[in-house]
């Protein structure tokens, strides 16, 4: 009852065709091509010039980046703050149902 049942490889029924002959090729080599003639170095990468408008499209960028992750921290510690003081208005309610029913008795 606890031992595994392995599985059998089944038996394939019907028509059981061989295995198909792999026949070797010959590799031809192809003619030789003279090696190609030396090219000049390039030159090194040149520096890049920001102009006015992409200096300014970057700042508007970072600063587009900035205030969206700004916001979206500021809406998380605000989202744990109200937690925090739903939890604590809850315990201040709690105590003092508890404390009143002690009282009565």
Not at 29 to 53: E, F, I, N
Not at 64 to 69: D, E, M, Q
Not at 70 to 93: D, E, H, K, R
């Amino acid at each position: 009852m606890f031992r595994p049942k392995i599985p059998t490889m089944p038996t394939p029924t019907g028509q059981v065709t061989p295995p198909a002959v792999v026949e070797p090729t010959t590799i031809v080599p192809a003619a030789q091509t003279p090696p190609p003639a030396p090219v000049a170095p390039a030159p090194a990468r040149s520096t890049v010039q920001l102009t006015p408008g992409t200096a300014l499209a970057l700042v508007g960028g970072g600063t587009a980046v900035v205030l969206v992750v700004g916001a979206v921290l500021v809406s998380m510690l605000l989202a744990v703050a109200i937690t925090g003081a739903s939890v604590a208005v809850c315990a201040v309610v709690l105590r003092s149902l508890l404390a009143s029913e002690a009282k009565r008795r």
